[in-house]
């Protein structure tokens, strides 16, 4: 599995981005996906997941209210929506196949990841 994820980019606190993540082979359609972000020094950490038929979304407590993830079957795609950025949320952000249909926060769960793609938020 490829996963390929963009979107990402230097803003400002208070604006937004939306992330993209796809799947060159195709191969997610009955997989829940999850993104995750993981800031410099830091563990990677989950922030959201969606089921394969894009309902069963679940998020960090952290990005709650501010992002959405949501997925376009026919376009192979999973998004995050990234609202009211603060520079707590500059990380690398990385989406991952989860084993399910639907899925939760644990990594050991997820076997696929794609690149990252990285997020800055200035002050």
């Known amino acids: 599995v490829q996963l390929q994820a963009s979107g990402g980019g230097l803003v400002k606190a208070g604006d937004s981005l939306r992330l993209s993540c796809t799947d060159s082979?195709?191969?997610?359609?009955?997989?829940?996906v999850g993104w995750f972000r993981q800031a410099p020094g830091k563990e990677r950490e989950f922030v959201a997941v969606?089921?394969?038929?894009?309902?069963?979304?679940y998020y960090a407590d952290s990005v709650k209210g501010r992002f959405t993830i949501s997925r376009d079957r026919a376009k192979n795609t999973v998004y995050l929506q990234m609202n009211s950025l603060e520079p707590e949320d500059t990380a690398v952000y990385y989406c991952a196949k989860h084993r399910k249909s639907f899925g939760g926060s644990s990594r050991a769960d997820y076997a696929s990841w794609g690149q990252g793609t990285l997020v800055t938020v200035s002050s």
């Open positions: 082979r195709r191969t997610f359609s009955n997989n829940a």
């Open positions: 969606i089921g394969w038929n894009g309902s069963g979304a």
